[in-house]
């Protein structure tokens, strides 16, 4: 049985994910009132001053009034009550899982701020009609609520989040108007994001309606900041936000004294190995969650997959790069000893917890390893790695079957210790079933507790008629049939969810996937979730989703066999979702995945915030879709997973070379037309990554099939990027040949702003080949092309002046280009642009010397070392060389 309170939002109680029905009136208050102080004692005589909201009829009365309505609450809960009574008052008894409040403050408390802010599901009990009850109990959980958007908020510019953010802090800004820290962080935003003169505005809204309604100033924060706006002074945000990653433990962990204490005296490596559901990961995640704050720098978790029935066991280097990812590293090497190499730097000085979860070898491990005594490393796996222990010191831990006490403990949790001191015998046989094993007790636990009445020794010998085979590795007790036992007492609609949940290719998933999945509607695939859940045959490892134990999916695959209709079903959802995810991010698509075939309604975004969300969310689930697809021969479905996930790579640097997995395994898929796009496309990221013949190869490819398709604007765009990977690698001549080849096809289709940006490139090669007469005809001729624009774009107005800056700088027209250049590089760090104003402050610095202007050439220059040691070490060091001998 599962229960489910929600208070934030419209007061709900969901069983076994069904609503259960609460009276409006004094009743909903009740629940309401005892609900928001959870697990406390509320005193009689406040209950009484809430319910008649300060005035109530003579005391006798009320309180008789009172237990009538604590009645009726019970009654309307039925199996979901938790009310019980105490000396003085009444307590709503619940777990922590339960109530949506604790798990919003748990989710607080550990950091993980965006799970805690995604619990609000509206106005705090907003169909509760109590005006006392949102006069003094609501605005304090609303308070709860800002902080918590607050930090959710300040991690998220940390992370380089920017133009994302906008539309939901103007929302905010709007209903909470005298929120400081929100308009802080709308003016971040915008700045961030290019607009400066937006974020200048919105500090002068703030001023205007702080003055008119409480006569002060906006704080000295706030001022600052509006300062270094006004300064271009703003520095980027990159900060690392503190990993904190491990999943929901089980819930009613018990015993395993002795193997708890052995994880708390060991040191550096400890593998924890046993059967499958015996409980590995269970005691390593109760164990990992109890002592997480004794690591400051954060916990990661990896299911390494080890031993899932249906993918291989995840690639070390994947692991590795997934580790990266979430220690915030940017740039992830494509080859994998470089990613080990970069994974133990990262780790060395760090105090860190390291979960990985069903290993299925000591070599999937061994490679991600650190060199650092700070960081723990806990193992799971269903095989001893004796190479650990013998090679590199490791603590083996043996998990065994739970003992007859700790399994009838089990037992008694979800049953009560009278069902089970009634029927001892029964107790007895349910244990040596179950063999012990925790899963094969909990399945079976959950499913009796649905029957209160009914004895067990009439579900024991339902089991006994059980007759299956029993997995390999389950040595000789059957505890295949508690799963076979469990799954035919299932309705035919939760039965066939079950089924059909082996079918999604990756780890876990939501409800609305699941629909898709099964065909059914999201309220109908979440009652039936919640049923599989209520049973045990579903697990929830974080608030929304959910997944399958390996023995289960296992059990599930063999029930389901191989249904193509409800994996079409899933890839299309998935594909149809990621595109509105795109079209959100940017409202032009040349490739779309067309009309949908197997029936699904793909999720809809309200925002790029909550679209670049879902991508990250659900990263691992479309890189599976996709193999998926292409096994099937689904070619153009797999070929749209990269075409659209490529918008959102910039938000998600660290995953490029899966991202290039991706486009690899699609390259033999689609028109001539979408494989010139996908090509363009894979070139860029072979060139960010360092993969330059590939990109080459990638350009000269894709360039091909996309003039063959006559496609002339996507032919401009990629020999403009062509152009400058040709200047990266030192090609100037060949990048200057691209560059006007590029602008005669722009001016041939008569798209003026790619010509304006392939005449800038033409001025920027010839400047760097010495040839500064012709580049400034060149960039003057851009600058025409520019300011001609119906929509004038300042960022590449900006770019251009930077590259006519240098020119006149070269000449030696040091006071022309001065001109230029301060108010480009100004431009420039508004935009964001860092490149482009690290090389406008370089040349701003140069023409500074030469004009003698000493103090203003070295702010320039300090500016420009500071940009450029986030971009270019190399030139970092040379200008630091000059700036040291100008000083």
Same mark, same amino acid.
């Given at each position: 049985?599962?229960?489910?309170?929600?208070?934030?939002?419209? =007061?709900?109680?969901?069983?076994?994910?069904?609503?259960?029905?609460?009276?409006?009136?004094?009743?909903?208050?009740?629940?309401?009132?005892?609900?928001?102080?959870?697990?406390q004692?509320?005193?009689v005589?406040?209950?009484?001053?809430?319910?008649?909201?300060?005035?109530?009829?003579?005391?006798?009365?009320?309180?008789?009034?009172?237990?009538?309505?604590?009645?009726?609450?019970?009654?309307?809960?039925?199996?979901?009550?938790?009310?019980?009574?105490?000396?003085?008052?009444?307590?709503?008894?619940?777990?922590?899982?339960?109530?949506?409040?604790?798990?919003?403050?748990?989710?607080?408390?550990?950091g993980d701020?965006?799970?805690?802010? $995604?619990?609000?599901?509206?106005?705090?009990?907003?169909?509760?009609?109590?005006?006392?009850?949102?006069?003094?109990?609501?605005? &304090?959980?609303?308070?709860?609520?800002?902080?918590? #958007?607050?930090?959710?908020?300040?991690?998220?510019?940390?992370?380089g989040?920017?133009?994302?953010?906008?539309?939901?802090?103007?929302?905010?800004?709007?209903?909470?108007?005298?929120?400081?820290?929100?308009?802080?962080?709308?003016?971040?935003?915008?700045?961030?994001?290019?607009?400066r003169?937006?974020?200048?505005?919105?500090?002068?809204?703030?001023?205007?309606?702080?003055?008119?309604?409480?006569?002060? %100033?906006?704080?000295?924060?706030?001022?600052?900041?509006?300062?270094?706006?006004?300064?271009?002074?703003?520095?980027?945000? &990159?900060?690392?936000?503190?990993?904190?990653?491990?999943?929901?433990?089980?819930?009613?962990?018990?015993?395993?004294?002795?193997?708890?204490?052995?994880?708390?005296?060991?040191?550096?490596?400890?593998?924890?190995?046993?059967?499958?559901?015996?409980?590995?990961?269970?005691?390593?995640?109760?164990?990992?969650?109890?002592?997480?704050?004794?690591?400051?720098?954060?916990?990661?978790?990896?299911?390494?997959?080890?031993?899932d029935?249906?993918?291989?066991?995840?690639?070390?280097?994947?692991?590795?790069?997934? *580790?990266?990812?979430?220690?915030?590293?940017?740039?992830?090497?494509?080859?994998?000893?470089?990613?080990?190499? #970069?994974?133990?730097?990262?780790?060395?000085?760090?105090?860190? #917890?390291?979960?990985?979860?069903?290993?299925?070898?000591?070599?999937?491990?061994?490679?991600?390893?650190?060199?650092?005594?700070?960081?723990?490393?806990?193992?799971?796996?269903?095989?001893?790695?004796?190479?650990?222990?013998?090679?590199?010191?490791?603590?083996?831990?043996?998990?065994?079957?739970?003992?007859?006490?700790?399994?009838?403990?089990?037992?008694?949790?979800?049953?009560?210790?009278?069902?089970?001191?009634?029927?001892?015998?029964?107790?007895?046989?349910?244990?040596?079933?179950?063999?012990?094993?925790?899963?094969?007790?909990?399945?079976?636990?959950?499913?009796?507790?649905?029957?209160? %009445?009914?004895?067990?020794?009439e579900?024991?010998?339902?089991?006994?008629?059980?007759?299956?085979?029993?997995?390999? %590795?389950?040595?000789?007790?059957?505890?295949?049939?508690?799963f076979?036992?469990?799954?035919?007492?299932?309705?035919?609609?939760?039965?066939?969810?079950?089924?059909?949940?082996?079918?999604?290719?990756?780890?876990?998933?939501?409800?609305?996937?699941?629909?898709? =999945? +099964?065909?059914?509607?999201?309220?109908?695939a979440?009652?039936?979730?919640?049923?599989?859940?209520?049973?045990? /045959?579903?697990?929830?490892?974080?608030?929304?989703?959910?997944?399958?134990? %390996?023995? /289960?999916? $296992?059990?599930?695959?063999?029930?389901?066999?191989?249904?193509?209709?409800?994996?079409?079903?899933?890839?299309?959802?998935?594909?149809?979702?990621?595109?509105? $995810?795109?079209?959100?991010?940017?409202?032009?698509?040349?490739?779309?995945?067309?009309?949908?075939?197997?029936?699904?309604?793909?999720?809809?975004?309200?925002?790029?915030?909550?679209?670049?969300?879902?991508?990250?969310?659900?990263?691992?689930?479309?890189?599976?879709?996709?193999?998926?697809?292409?096994?099937?021969?689904?070619?153009? *479905?797999?070929?749209?997973?990269?075409?659209?996930?490529?918008?959102?790579?910039?938000?998600?640097?660290?995953?490029?070379?899966?991202?290039?997995?991706?486009?690899?395994?699609?390259?033999?898929?689609?028109?001539?037309?979408?494989?010139?796009?996908?090509?363009?496309?894979?070139?860029?990221?072979?060139?960010?990554?360092?993969?330059?013949?590939?990109?080459?190869?990638c350009?000269e490819?894709?360039?091909r099939?996309?003039?063959?398709?006559?496609?002339?604007?996507?032919?401009?765009?990629?020999?403009?990027?062509?152009?400058?990977?040709?200047?990266?690698?030192?090609?100037?001549? +060949?990048?200057?040949?691209?560059?006007?080849?590029?602008?005669?096809?722009?001016?041939?289709?008569?798209?003026?702003?790619?010509?304006?940006?392939?005449?800038?490139?033409?001025?920027?090669?010839?400047?760097?080949?010495?040839?500064?007469?012709?580049?400034?005809?060149?960039?003057?001729?851009?600058?025409?092309?520019?300011?001609?624009?119906?929509?004038?774009d300042?960022?590449?107005?900006?770019?251009?002046h $930077?590259?006519?800056?240098?020119?006149?700088?070269?000449?030696?027209?040091?006071?022309?280009?001065?001109?230029?250049?301060?108010?480009?590089?100004?431009?420039l760090?508004?935009?964001?642009?860092?490149?482009?104003?690290? /090389?406008?402050?370089?040349?701003?610095?140069s023409?500074?010397?030469?004009?003698?202007?000493?103090?203003? +050439?070295?702010?320039?220059?300090?500016?420009?070392?500071?940009?450029?040691?986030?971009?270019?070490?190399?030139?970092?060091?040379?200008?630091a060389?000059?700036?040291?001998?100008?000083?």
């Open positions: 049985m599962s229960v489910e309170f929600r208070v934030l939002g419209p =007061l709900e109680v969901l069983l076994d994910g069904e609503p259960v029905a609460v009276p409006a009136g004094q009743v909903q208050t009740l629940l309401a009132v005892l609900l928001l102080r959870p697990n004692l509320v005193l005589d406040e209950l009484v001053d809430r319910l008649w909201d300060g005035a109530p009829p003579n005391a006798d009365r009320a309180h008789k009034t009172l237990h009538m309505v604590v009645r009726r609450l019970r009654v309307a809960l039925g199996e979901a009550d938790c009310v019980q009574t105490r000396t003085g008052g009444y307590v709503a008894v619940v777990e922590p899982d339960q109530l949506d409040l604790l798990r919003f403050r748990a989710f607080a408390g550990s701020f965006g799970a805690a802010a $995604a619990l609000w599901r509206g106005a705090v009990l907003g169909n509760v009609a109590s005006d006392v009850l949102h006069r003094e109990d609501v605005p &304090r959980l609303v308070d709860e609520r800002l902080t918590v #958007l607050e930090r959710r908020i300040d991690a998220d510019l940390d992370s989040l920017s133009g994302e953010l906008v539309a939901e802090l103007r929302s905010l800004v709007a209903d909470h108007p005298l929120q400081e820290p929100f308009w802080s962080h709308l003016m971040l935003a915008l700045y961030r994001s290019g607009n003169a937006e974020a200048l505005n919105a500090y002068q809204d703030l001023r205007t309606r702080l003055a008119e309604e409480l006569g002060v %100033d906006p704080c000295p924060a706030l001022q600052e900041l509006h300062q270094q706006i006004l300064r271009a002074e703003v520095a980027p945000g &990159r900060r690392v936000q503190v990993p904190r990653q491990l999943p929901h433990g089980v819930r009613n962990f018990v015993g395993r004294e002795d193997e708890l204490g052995e994880l708390g005296t060991a040191t550096g490596v400890t593998v924890v190995h046993g059967v499958g559901g015996v409980g590995k990961t269970a005691l390593a995640l109760h164990w990992a969650r109890a002592v997480r704050e004794d690591y400051p720098d954060g916990d990661l978790y990896v299911n390494l997959r080890g031993f029935p249906e993918v291989q066991p995840v690639d070390p280097a994947v692991v590795a790069e997934t *580790l990266l990812a979430g220690l915030g590293v940017d740039e992830v090497p494509a080859g994998a000893d470089a990613r080990f190499a #970069l994974l133990r730097t990262t780790l060395v000085d760090l105090r860190l #917890l390291l979960l990985l979860d069903n290993a299925a070898s000591a070599r999937q491990v061994l490679p991600l390893l650190p060199a650092a005594a700070g960081v723990r490393v806990l193992i799971t796996s269903r095989n001893q790695l004796r190479a650990l222990v013998s090679q590199h010191d490791a603590t083996a831990i043996g998990l065994q079957e739970l003992e007859f006490d700790a399994a009838r403990s089990l037992l008694a949790v979800v049953l009560g210790e009278q069902r089970l001191d009634a029927e001892p015998e029964a107790a007895r046989e349910i244990v040596e079933r179950c063999a012990g094993l925790p899963l094969a007790l909990r399945v079976f636990a959950e499913r009796v507790a649905r029957f209160p %009445d009914v004895p067990l020794r579900f024991v010998a339902e089991l006994r008629e059980e007759r299956l085979d029993a997995f390999s %590795d389950f040595y000789d007790v059957d505890v295949r049939a508690v076979s036992w469990s799954y035919r007492a299932l309705d035919e609609e939760s039965a066939r969810m079950f089924r059909l949940l082996s079918v999604h290719p990756g780890q876990n998933f939501d409800v609305s996937a699941a629909a898709a =999945l +099964a065909g059914v509607s999201v309220t109908q979440r009652r039936l979730l919640e049923r599989l859940v209520a049973d045990a /045959l579903v697990q929830t490892p974080s608030p929304g989703r959910y997944s399958l134990h %390996d023995l /289960l999916r $296992a059990y599930a695959v063999e029930l389901c066999g191989d249904d193509e209709a409800a994996s079409l079903r899933i890839t299309e959802w998935y594909v149809h979702t990621l595109e509105n $995810a795109a079209l959100v991010e940017k409202p032009i698509a040349l490739v779309r995945a067309g009309e949908i075939t197997s029936g699904v309604v793909p999720r809809e975004f309200a925002s790029r915030f909550d679209a670049l969300a879902w991508v990250r969310q659900d990263w691992d689930n479309l890189h599976a879709i996709l193999r998926e697809a292409a096994a099937r021969g689904w070619g153009r *479905l797999a070929l749209l997973i990269p075409t659209h996930v490529q918008r959102f790579l910039v938000y998600n640097q660290p995953r490029w070379s899966e991202a290039i997995e991706m486009f690899e395994a699609v390259q033999t898929f689609g028109t001539a037309r979408e494989q010139g796009f996908l090509l363009l496309k894979l070139a860029g990221l072979y060139s960010d990554v360092g993969r330059q013949d590939d990109a080459l190869a350009f490819e894709g360039l099939f996309v003039r063959e398709s006559g496609e002339r604007t996507a032919e401009a765009a990629g020999l403009i990027n062509l152009a400058a990977h040709q200047e990266r690698l030192g090609q100037v001549e +060949a990048a200057l040949g691209t560059s006007r080849l590029a602008a005669e096809v722009s001016a041939e289709i008569e798209n003026r702003y790619m010509e304006g940006a392939a005449r800038s490139n033409i001025g920027f090669m010839l400047t760097e080949l010495g040839r500064h007469d012709e580049a400034l005809v060149a960039i003057d001729r851009a600058v025409v092309i520019a300011t001609e624009f119906d929509d004038r300042e960022h590449v107005l900006a770019r251009i $930077a590259v006519r800056g240098r020119a006149l700088t070269r000449l030696g027209r040091h006071a022309e280009a001065v001109a230029v250049l301060g108010p480009a590089a100004k431009a760090a508004g935009l964001g642009d860092s490149e482009y104003e690290a /090389l406008a402050l370089q040349d701003l610095g023409a500074l010397v030469e004009l003698d202007e000493r103090e203003e +050439a070295t702010a320039a220059w300090r500016r420009a070392m500071d940009l450029l040691r986030q971009l270019d070490e190399g030139q970092a060091e040379a200008l060389a000059r700036l040291a001998a100008l000083e």
